[in-house]
């Protein structure tokens, strides 16, 4: 018998367009009247902020919003559960993290912008390492951890390590025991970054009859919907996502990154916004992470081992 589904090829129809260029990625898009964001980030792992002053950057040509911490307050959106802010507020809890964002009819203009923004921070205590994050003492990086919305399990108190798994499979102790060989040791592996070719970006507009417009390399498309409309309060049916080509993902484009700064630019200055950045080489990268092993050789029964990453 022969089938037309089973044990048949199929092509992969995306492959034509990317090796021939006609793929029509975010960065493609352009709409009439497309103004240019960049966003002013954090030089600090952990600080303050004492104050923001983006008159200057208001006032400079070509600029047509601008967006701080105070515009955003109490807005938080995620994909498992709401831990992030759209910008610092009051706190920088990582280098790198947005403090303020500028719309601007130019790319150029949109950067110049940023050099005009002053902020005075205050640097605080930082952990760079899992294990000292854990330590009693420790900086809490999330105070509030305990009332963000989807936490996995409830916490008696803030701390650092909002969950701890441990998986075993067979019988451990027994397995240890009769082993000729224990190898017991602490791996620690470096930072990593997926390293996809198109950097983040999105395009984001409020059309004439209020719907949100978006174009964006996520490849949860539904799942960015939902938590824009979780975090924003928009109906499903006002939020259409218009899906592009992706240049790769390889786990680092299921979240929302640059979507929630895009709506709101285009929400405050009535036009379409595009953000996309080329980002750092250890932006967005995991720090060392240390890997606790605890492996049986020579007669392999059972294994157990737990993993913590910052």
């Known amino acids: ?39 002013l980030r954090s030089p600090y792992s952990h600080a303050r902020i004492v104050r923001i002053d983006t ?32 910008l610092a507020q009051d706190r920088a809890r990582f280098m790198g993290e947005r403090v303020a964002a500028v719309a601007a009819d130019t790319l150029e203009q949109a950067e110049h912008a940023l050099d005009l923004i002053e902020v005075h921070y205050e640097e605080l205590p930082a952990v760079f390492d899992p294990e000292a994050a854990l330590q009693e003492g420790a900086p809490i ?19 650092n390590r909002f969950a701890h798994d441990v998986f075993n499979r067979g019988d451990v102790d027994a397995g240890f025991a009769q082993a000729d060989v224990i190898v017991e040791n ?37 799942g960015l919907r939902e938590s824009m409309c979780n975090a924003f309060g928009i109906a499903p049916e006002k939020v259409c996502i218009h899906p592009v080509a992706i240049g790769g993902d390889f786990g680092g484009k299921g979240a929302p990154v640059d979507e929630p700064i895009c709506y709101l630019l285009a929400l405050r200055s009535g036009r379409p916004v595009h953000e996309q950045f080329a ?10 992470s240390r890997i606790f092993c605890r492996r049986v050789a020579h007669g392999l029964r059972s294994t157990q081992a737990r993993h913590r990453s910052s």
């Open 55 to 86: 008159s200057r950057a208001e006032r400079a040509e070509g600029v047509r919003a601008v967006l701080t911490g105070n515009d955003v307050r109490g807005i938080l959106y995620g994909r498992r559960y709401r831990d992030i802010s759209i």
């Open 279 to 288: 980002r750092r080489p250890d932006a967005g990268a995991r720090r060392a």
């Open 1 to 39: 018998m022969s089938y037309q589904v089973i044990g048949q090829p199929v092509a992969r129809t995306d492959n034509a367009g990317k090796v021939t260029g006609e793929a029509r990625y975010t960065a493609d898009v352009l709409l009439p009247r497309t103004l240019w964001a960049k966003t």
């Open 186 to 222: 602490a791996f620690t592996v470096a930072r990593v970054h997926q390293a996809f070719l198109e950097p983040h970006c999105c395009l984001a507009w409020i059309d004439e009859q209020e719907r949100v417009q978006m174009w964006s390399p996520n490849k949860a498309p539904q």
């Open 141 to 159: 990086i999330h105070p509030d951890v305990g009332s963000y919305k989807g936490l996995p399990k409830p916490l008696d108190a803030p701390t």
